[in-house]
């Protein structure tokens, strides 16, 4: 016993002293990500409910009792660009004096016109859709296409609480059910509107419950996150398209023409088939309870080897999640794994911005939820992640990049890939369990000359499931283990064979 | 047989007379999710061995569960149900655990749910908590088994911080010192805010001025709906988030628009349709721009220098229309003006008059 201690101290301690000469010859940093917290000044309430960067590199951010203030990450100072707006959760930089934010009432245009640093001029952009008073009446964006079109996102109204004596917009119950489902009694509640650069705001998508996200893919593709409640299983990334609609009932009754009554008393078949699937669900408590908005990794290289991928906030946990997709018969679909977990990153992580050295700042949110408040950036030290790089379905199974050459004997392990199949109930009620969770075998395993793509074939390859993925101690070729072991593949379309 | 029948006629007695004589010590708790990670109720008191149901309602708008834990034993517990990961849901994020006691399921929003159990024969305070994940940290209360008293609420080490004060506050996710101050700068009026207010439309604008005067103005319905002398807002309620509330008017109404929209175009009975573009903030005051039937008209609203009332200045420099103020006697205020006629409440101006007039409104 004492002999065995005094061993493992001793290992210790050859293991202390071998940590120290690394560093301090090598400089090798511990981890691929670093994360930081910034000083915010006194006495703000700092629950971010946007965050960009203007040109000249600094840091605007909204707040949700309203200011928007601007830091110099040079000089670490803050100062206020505008106040008094309602609940802004969205922004677009549209020069160092200009920004579009969208607040509760409206998306505004705010401008500081005689270039004392503050703005002084707030003009509508649009305030041409519904609002209640309902809490949870939130409204997202605007993100902008290549086209110059704005997107904006617009909440469900929660039965959490009510609709006001007064309302903006035409007033319309059949948006509600008798049930707990959130609801849309005003136009286009559960919709994602589309802005032209001409001034007109179209109804876009619809079927929406609180979608608090948006962005693009590299392509240009539009993803929407939805969070997991009334018709929504689990929370999901949709790939949006016109007249789509995705899943939440109640905003059907905004759509042109529509003459079958409350969407509520339509069967679930009928609902389902009018739905479009999103393209990545994100299984709850798994790997994402409440993601917000998707970003797309355009640092080329800055950020990691992550490039064109998207970095999605989760509220609710200290996590970031990344998600990694590909076309599969004309939709898009992917996977999705946890990036960040911990290591300082806190909770209610809201909204995402890439600065130009190409850290990743994160502003958080508590709100009423889970979560936290303040902003936190992360920032690659250099040190190439031991990850999966990407997940592709093939006609067999999956391949699997990684981001460094594997030792063959731990990938080539069959046993070292445990899949699970399963999906989620599309209902009313709130949330789904996993159903009909299923293993599913890995029968062959092999790797390429490079070591870095491992291709598996699968016993069973079934469309509308969840393929969750647990690997087991696969190691680099140089031992190191991998940062994740986690991933979930949402298989939409069996891949043409 | 008559033995048998005394007997039990005894008995039946003798359980009256007990049951007469000691107090039952059964108890029924209501214990409510509400929005905030907080349970509604944060303690309460069984005598041991007492039988306890819990009705267990989630008013709230995500799901939450309740657990009951042995003393002391509430993070572990906590840690326990986070560790379940993928099997959490299935077990409603309750561990197995022998520091459980018992339980009620995770409710979805509006559900509601009874437990009833027999309190434990040992004294002590027995934590009730929430283990849906990221909740247990903040959400729980207590459960004190004992035939004392228990401590003061505000020196109750067992209870959320937040919640010793006594009030059913809600959770803000702040620390206390942030509930001081509101911002990061000083709010020297004239200032404004976005907000929720009562007697509004839901895209309202708050507007504190000097002389401790201040305005609702309506970007719904472009026009000022009341205003008030005293304080300018509290809203604490609002800022808390995830509820239906308003910002509390901390003053005296003394103005109150009962017209439809002050401003007619043309003839003083017709109602223009409106349209709010924005604002302009000069010297800090806001400048309202809108259209009424497509014209543009600007308003500015400041406080008389001797704090009775307000001015209001509207510029419609482009009208080649008749344009009308229409009034209510009953709204509180006299009315006077830089330009045009008054006929009864009634003022009417010339479209050169219109370009740039004031309107003065004094307490009554």
């Known amino acids: 016993m004492m002999r065995g201690n005094l061993y493992g101290l001793f290992i210790a301690g050859l293991f202390l002293l071998l940590g120290c000469t690394a560093k301090k010859s090598e400089q090798i940093p511990e981890r691929s990500y670093r994360v930081e917290t910034i000083d915010m000044p006194e006495g703000l309430t700092a629950e971010t409910g946007a965050l960009e960067f203007l040109p000249d590199g600094r840091l605007i951010a909204c707040f949700l009792r309203g200011e928007v203030m601007i830091y110099d990450p040079g000089t670490k100072k803050w100062h206020l660009f505008a106040e008094g707006l309602h609940d802004p959760l969205g922004m677009l930089v549209v020069s160092r004096s200009e920004i579009l934010v969208m607040q509760r009432p409206e998306l505004t245009r705010i401008k500081d016109t005689d270039g004392d640093g503050e703005a002084d001029l707030y003009e509508t952009v649009t305030d041409d859709f519904g609002i209640t008073g309902n809490y949870h009446e939130f409204n997202y964006g605007p993100v902008k296409d290549k086209d110059g079109n704005l997107y904006i996102a617009l909440n469900l109204a929660s039965k959490g609480g009510g609709i006001r004596p007064e309302v903006r917009g035409r007033l319309d119950t059949l948006g509600r059910s008798v049930g707990k489902d959130m609801f849309s009694v005003v136009p286009y509640r559960g919709w994602i509107m589309q802005l032209t650069p001409d001034g007109r705001l179209l109804p876009y998508a619809m079927g929406f419950r609180s979608p608090n996200g948006l962005g693009f893919d590299a392509k240009g593709n539009l993803l929407v996150t939805d969070n997991q409640g009334d018709w929504e299983g689990t929370s999901k990334l949709y790939q949006v398209q016109e007249g789509n609609f995705y899943g939440q009932p109640a905003s059907l009754i905004w759509k042109k023409d529509w003459n079958m009554g409350s969407p509520f008393d339509l069967s679930i078949e009928t609902l389902d088939s009018m739905r479009t699937k999103a393209a990545v669900l994100f299984p709850h408590n798994i790997i994402a309870n409440s993601p917000t908005q998707p970003l797309c990794d355009e640092t080329k290289g800055k950020f990691g080897p992550f490039a064109g991928q998207l970095f999605v906030g989760e509220m609710n946990a200290s996590r970031i999640v990344r998600v990694m997709l590909e076309e599969v018969d004309g939709a898009l679909q992917g996977a999705c794994i946890p990036f960040l977990d911990g290591e300082g990153l806190r909770k209610g992580n809201n909204r995402l911005a890439f600065a130009p050295d190409g850290s990743l700042w994160v502003g958080q949110a508590t709100h009423g939820w889970a979560g936290d408040d303040g902003i936190q950036k992360i920032v690659f030290t250099g040190k190439p992640p031991n990850d999966i790089y990407s997940m592709k379905l093939t006609s067999k199974g999956f391949d699997l990049l990684f981001t460094r050459p594997l030792d063959d004997s731990s990938a080539l392990n069959p046993d070292h890939y445990k899949f699970e199949r399963y999906y989620y109930e599309y209902h009313s009620k709130y949330g789904s369990d996993r159903m009909e969770v299923t293993a599913v075998p890995v029968t062959e395993v092999s790797i390429s000359e490079d070591r870095k793509k491992v291709s598996l074939t699968l016993g069973s390859l079934r469309a509308g499931y969840v393929y969750q993925l647990n690997m087991g101690d696969i190691r680099t070729v140089s031992g190191d283990s991998l940062d994740h072991h986690l991933i979930c593949y949402t298989l939409k379309n069996l891949a043409p064979a | ?364």
């Open chain 2, 1 to 364: 047989m008559f033995w048998k029948r005394i007997a039990l006629l005894f008995a039946a007695w003798l359980f009256i007379a007990l049951a007469k004589a000691q107090p039952s010590n059964d108890i029924t708790v209501s214990i409510s999710a509400i929005g905030g990670l907080q349970y509604d109720l944060v303690r309460f008191q069984v005598k041991p061995g007492a039988k306890v149901s819990i009705v267990f309602t989630n008013k709230d708008d995500m799901e939450h569960n309740l657990v009951i834990t042995r003393p002391g034993s509430r993070l572990k517990v906590v840690n326990a149900a986070l560790a379940l990961g993928d099997e959490g849901q299935k077990k409603n994020f309750v561990p197995d655990l022998p520091e459980v006691l018992g339980s009620l399921p995770v409710l979805s929003p509006g559900d509601k749910r009874t437990l009833t159990f027999k309190a434990p024969a040992k004294t002590g305070v027995y934590p009730y908590v929430c283990t849906y994940p990221g909740h247990g940290a903040v959400m729980f209360g207590a459960m004190y088994v004992t035939d004392e008293v228990m401590p003061l609420l505000k020196d109750d080490p067992e209870i959320p911080p937040e919640r010793r004060s006594g009030k059913k506050e809600l959770r803000t996710g702040h620390d206390t010192h942030t509930a001081e101050r509101s911002h990061s700068f000083r709010e020297d009026p004239p200032y404004l805010y976005r907000i929720f207010l009562p007697d509004a439309g839901p895209a309202a604008i708050a507007v504190n001025l000097p002389h401790r005067l201040s305005y609702c103005w309506d970007a719904g319905a472009c026009r000022l709906r009341y205003a008030w002398q005293g304080d300018f807002l509290d809203n604490t309620d609002i800022w808390k988030g995830h509820h239906d509330a308003y910002g509390k008017i901390l003053g005296t109404v003394f103005f109150r628009d009962k017209t439809d929209l002050p401003l007619r175009v043309d003839q003083p009975g017709n109602i223009p349709t409106v349209k709010f573009k924005g604002y302009k903030l000069i010297e800090r005051y806001p400048e309202f721009h809108y259209t009424i039937n497509g014209i543009e008209v600007y308003e500015l609203i400041k406080p008389k220098e001797d704090g009775t009332g307000l001015i209001r200045r509207f510029r419609i420099p482009q009208t080649k229309r008749m344009i009308w103020f229409v009034a209510d006697p009953e709204d509180g205020v006299d009315y006077q003006s830089s330009a045009g006629i008054w006929r009864d409440v009634r003022l009417r101006l010339l479209p050169e008059e219109a370009r740039e007039f004031t309107v003065t409104m004094t307490k009554k």
